[in-house]
């Protein structure tokens, strides 16, 4: 009787058990699905291209009208508009190279391109991850002058200087460059495809590099920097509200803050396109190296990463129509700008025109004096030829 009832109860858990199991792998399937239906807009192939086209074009559009901004006379001597215009050109070349080579991807030609020569495999690969690593420590410095010239006032003019910002954009440059020298001596062409040779000691040096200098380091380094200084702003317009002075000092006040604002507004949109794909990569390598092999994690961020690395490219690209969009003072001074182009264009084609006026004038001139000259030889000749009579007696 006992052994017919154990018997009973071990049958009973034996079939409950594998109605658990059946169950947890139908919930699993489910989940699956779900994230198969959210997530079947995956953005590849031409419509990526697209997408990355678009980008960079306005991207380099709008950094050379940065560019030409920021070399107004009023802006040129601040500091901030050496990181702008340095940007600006870093900006530009890594778009037109991430177009480029989308678009050759996209069509099968990327390979072909690439390892045509070794040295445009080497070179091309060298100053694609030096802008990588270079532009994220551009809005770093940017940020650390606004940081300086808000919470530190007194030491802003002799910190926030143009050749101190020339210096530190220098430096940052020469040492993204070294950090990615790598990609000169280990990248070779195998098997018809431009890859990095290096040894197993170097695969750390890339993971650290890819992960913390050019994503996890520079966010960090941003947000720290823009909640001290928004916070440090936010209690001086407090102040001021609270005990105003003199019209002239709050006036000057007033002004830097009307300036800050909107480079701020740079860094914060900075930090917020580069942290989907600084997340993605993390959470990538984080599930490598526990060997938790989650496929549906897994299959999700390869099918956000698309998406994640156009936001990540708009970074690139943004940084004029922030300016455009959150200060009236940027947009006079271009409009200001482009006006004085416009009218010097108008003032050299009349000056040309009214020298051409001129000398048909001249030309006219002279030719009607000849005409004269002539006509009064013509009348000597005449007179020349007639007889000559004594007068009269």
């Keep these: 009787m006992n052994s017919t009832w154990l018997g009973l109860v071990l049958s009973t858990t034996e079939s409950l058990f594998n109605n658990d199991t059946l169950m947890e792998e139908i919930t699993e399937e489910e989940d699956e699905e779900d994230v198969n239906e959210w997530f079947d807009f995956e953005i590849q192939g031409k419509i990526y291209m697209t997408c990355i086209l678009i980008i960079a074009s306005l991207g380099v559009v709008g950094n050379v009208m940065s560019f030409i901004l920021m070399s107004d006379a009023k802006l040129r001597s601040l500091a901030y508009s050496v990181y702008l215009r340095w940007m600006a050109v870093s900006d530009s070349l890594l778009l037109m190279m991430v177009a480029a080579e989308d678009t050759l991807d996209t069509y099968h030609y990327l390979q072909r391109f690439l390892t045509s020569d070794v040295t445009l495999c080497k070179v091309w690969v060298f100053f694609l991850t030096m802008t990588y690593t270079l532009s994220p420590w551009l809005v770093v410095a940017l940020t650390l002058d606004r940081f300086v010239c808000v919470v530190f006032p007194l030491s802003r003019h002799r910190l926030c200087t143009k050749s101190k910002a020339f210096k530190l954009c220098l430096t940052l440059t020469l040492i993204s460059a070294a950090l990615n020298v790598y990609s000169l001596i280990y990248i070779d062409i195998e098997d018809a495809e431009c890859l990095v040779q290096s040894p197993d000691q170097m695969e750390g040096y890339l993971l650290i590099q890819q992960l913390v200098l050019n994503s996890i380091l520079p966010c960090a380094a941003v947000l720290i920097l823009n909640i001290v200084t928004v916070i440090r702003i936010r209690r001086s317009a407090t102040f001021r509200q609270q005990f105003k002075r003199s019209g002239g000092s709050e006036a000057t006040k007033e002004r830097q803050d009307k300036i800050t604002l909107p480079l701020l507004l740079v860094s914060i949109f900075a930090f917020v396109t580069l942290i989907p794909r600084a997340v993605t990569e993390v959470t990538e390598y984080v599930l490598d190296v526990f060997q938790e092999h989650d496929g549906m994690t897994m299959e999700l961020a390869n099918k956000l990463w698309p998406l994640f690395n156009l936001i990540y490219l708009v970074n690139f690209g943004q940084n004029f129509y ?45 030719s009607k004096m000849t005409d004269s000259r002539s006509v009064t030889s013509g009348d000597t000749t005449l007179m020349s030829s007639l007889p000559v009579t004594e007068p009269g007696i």
Excluded: G, P
């Design 322 to 366: 922030i300016l455009m969009a959150s200060s009236s003072e940027y947009r006079l001074i271009l409009r200001r700008k482009l006006t004085w182009h416009k009218d010097n264009r108008n003032t050299s084609s009349a000056q040309t025109q009214s020298s051409r006026m001129s000398s048909e004038f001249s030309e006219i001139s002279v």
